[in-house]
């Protein structure tokens, strides 16, 4: 079934460790995002890609790095987890970029607890 | 600055209507976006307006205005299945989305 990929699905993280969460479309997206939910508060972005080798900061990007190595991959790096950061993660894809408007597709997140 | 208002929380009853309205302040604007998410799960595309006025995708429409900086997502013949919470985003002159904090829908028999 063609979508968006995210593993893990569900992580308890000690702080200070480092963790990635992956994440992989086969739909040939050309733009990739990883959000943030957290109870109460809209979607955050954290980093962007819109492009493969390329890649940029949202609101919320300290504490996190990412990569796009390929159109189909947007891994994203804690390297040293904070309580802060326990959230669901979520990726997304556009069959777009900047200046276009198109649809985001979701995966279907990652709960991360950073104790 | 930039922000998007929604109501927390609605319940309405199976069979019936209900309006869930938003208002938004962008650097800009390239259009409102609304957005279905269950519990536990992905959100999902409903709709995207850019011009003014209403656009019906069957049960669901959503209305735009852009010289009120209001939008509002209409759903008709409730069914249990619409309980979610509903996600309203606006996007501004930097093609970002600016998100609102979701409106959770509680249908009731």
């Known amino acids: 079934i063609a979508g968006i990929t995210q593993a893990p699905t569900s992580q308890i993280l000690a702080a200070g460790r480092r963790m990635t969460l992956r994440c992989t479309q086969d739909?040939?997206?050309?733009?990739m995002y990883w959000y943030r939910q957290d109870l109460g508060l809209g979607l955050r972005l954290i980093h962007y890609?819109?492009?493969?080798?390329?890649?940029g900061k949202g609101e919320v990007p300290d504490g996190y790095s990412v990569s796009r190595a390929n159109t189909d991959d947007f891994p994203l790096t804690l390297a040293s987890a904070v309580p802060s950061q326990t959230s669901v993660y979520f990726c997304?894809?556009?069959?777009?970029?900047?200046?276009?408007?198109?649809?985001?597709?979701f995966g279907e997140g990652s709960r991360l607890t950073v104790l | 600055g930039q922000n998007i208002d929604q109501p927390t929380e609605m319940t309405a009853t199976e069979g019936a209507i209900v309006q869930i309205n938003c208002t938004y302040q962008?650097?800009?604007?390239?259009?409102l976006f609304w957005y279905q998410q269950h519990a536990g799960e992905a959100p999902t595309f409903l709709s995207y307006?850019?011009l003014d006025g209403l656009e019906e995708k069957g049960r669901f429409s959503s209305f735009l205005s852009r010289s009120k900086g209001y939008s509002y997502l209409l759903l008709k013949e409730l069914q249990m299945k619409d309980s979610a919470s509903y996600l309203c985003?606006?996007?501004?002159?930097?093609?970002?989305?600016?998100w609102g904090a979701g409106t959770k829908l509680i249908i009731k028999p």
């Open positions: 739909m040939r997206h050309n733009a």
């Open positions: 985003a606006g996007m501004d002159s930097n093609y970002q989305l600016i």
């Open positions: 962008t650097s800009g604007f390239n259009g």
């Open positions: 997304a894809s556009s069959d777009s970029g900047t200046g276009d408007t198109g649809e985001l597709f």
């Open positions: 890609s819109n492009t493969a080798g390329t890649t």
């Open positions: 307006n850019v």
